[in-house]
């Protein structure tokens, strides 16, 4: 195949990649050497920063800085960092290709083996993201109802056309492997993304309410800022809850929900899907106590609100949260609020 470059930038240099212990220590190199042009150091920030969203100081010579671009690079997972390599490899080589280069189909990647597909990372999650932003899937708001007890947040795009999906898959590399999980037997399918109790952020397809996952990451205040710093529109939802908790938080409202689930204030005819939402979490229950004309008798809600904070008491996550205890129209409120 013939390509056309905006630039050919094929060149001696002193160093290989192989020289070099981690990739993050190349990509340093790289941008040291390209520090006298500037249109070469503006593409190569243009793959680190914009394709993969890393972001650090340029040259080794900020050793204080608390994130060092080599650093930030190295903590990205095992297919990230083969995917840039692959591109910065190509850069080296070529130049910049006229067109996306995270869409450019690359033969450099070694064949990635089953186990590695299950590991996939933060790197994969960042073109997952940018998949649903081309299939117009933008701001979306978490899932109450279809929320599966194991999260605290929850996004599903389902009726997703299965085609479009594939076609879309295939035009990042990271992608392609996971073809295979699209059904060609059925016409729609689901995607999904979510922060589970636990605190890993889990993403893959849906098919008739089975969550099959592509991969999940851990999450902590350094991925929290990265997640808040990504620039797809799919992640608005996401980023708009995350941007005012803490990995401590997300821990303290997995562990609230998981032990909620649990919880039984008495006998009930109903109770909500809980929903979190600027801090707090919120939990229904219908018709549990004595009403009259939809209001539930002041010694009862006394009652029911002592025995939730007596039973609040026994767990760890208790002190860190504030509680209201309500009741209106037949529905008992319990609403948990971090402090």
């Known amino acids: 195949m013939i390509k056309k470059y905006l630039q050919f930038i094929k060149e001696s240099v002193d160093k290989s990649r192989q020289d070099f212990n981690s990739l993050g220590e190349w990509v340093e190199y790289l941008y040291d050497l390209y520090s006298n042009d500037e249109e070469k150091l503006s593409n190569l920030k243009d793959i680190v920063n914009r394709i993969f969203n890393v972001k650090g100081n340029d040259t080794l010579n900020d050793i204080d800085s608390d994130i060092r671009l080599s650093n930030a690079i190295n903590i990205l ?77 929850f996004y599903l795009y389902d009726n997703l056309e299965a085609e479009m999906v594939k076609q879309v898959f295939s035009r990042f590399q990271s992608l392609v492997p996971y073809l295979e999980y699209i059904d060609y037997g059925k016409n729609e399918t689901g995607l999904y993304f979510g922060v589970k109790c636990d605190g890993e952020l889990e993403y893959g397809v849906s098919y008739d309410g089975n969550f099959t996952p592509f991969g999940s990451f851990k999450l902590n205040q350094t991925v929290i800022k990265w997640l808040n710093n990504i620039e797809a529109k799919s ?63 002041e010694s009862e809600l006394a009652n029911l609100k002592g025995n939730f904070v007596t039973w609040l008491l026994s767990k760890n996550w208790g002190s860190k949260v504030l509680i209201s205890v309500k009741a209106n129209s037949y529905w008992l409120y319990i609403h948990i609020k971090l402090k």
């Open 235 to 297: 992640a608005f939802a996401l980023k708009k809850e995350l941007v005012n908790l803490s990995y401590i938080d997300i821990i303290t409202l997995g562990k609230a929900k998981s032990d909620m689930i649990q919880y039984n204030p008495g006998y009930h005819e109903k109770r909500l899907r809980p929903e979190l939402k600027d801090r707090v979490m919120s939990f229904g229950y219908q018709g549990i106590g004595i009403w009259d004309n939809g209001k539930l008798d």
């Open 77 to 153: 997972d095992d297919h990230a960092k083969k995917e840039m390599e692959s591109i910065l490899l190509d850069f080296v080589q070529n130049g910049i290709e006229d067109k996306e280069p995270i869409i450019a189909t690359s033969t450099d990647l070694e064949p990635l083996t089953e186990s590695e597909i299950t590991k996939a990372g933060r790197g994969i999650f960042h073109s997952f993201l940018k998949t649903l932003t081309a299939l117009g899937q933008k701001e979306k708001t978490s899932e109450i109802e279809r929320c599966p007890d194991n999260f605290l947040l």
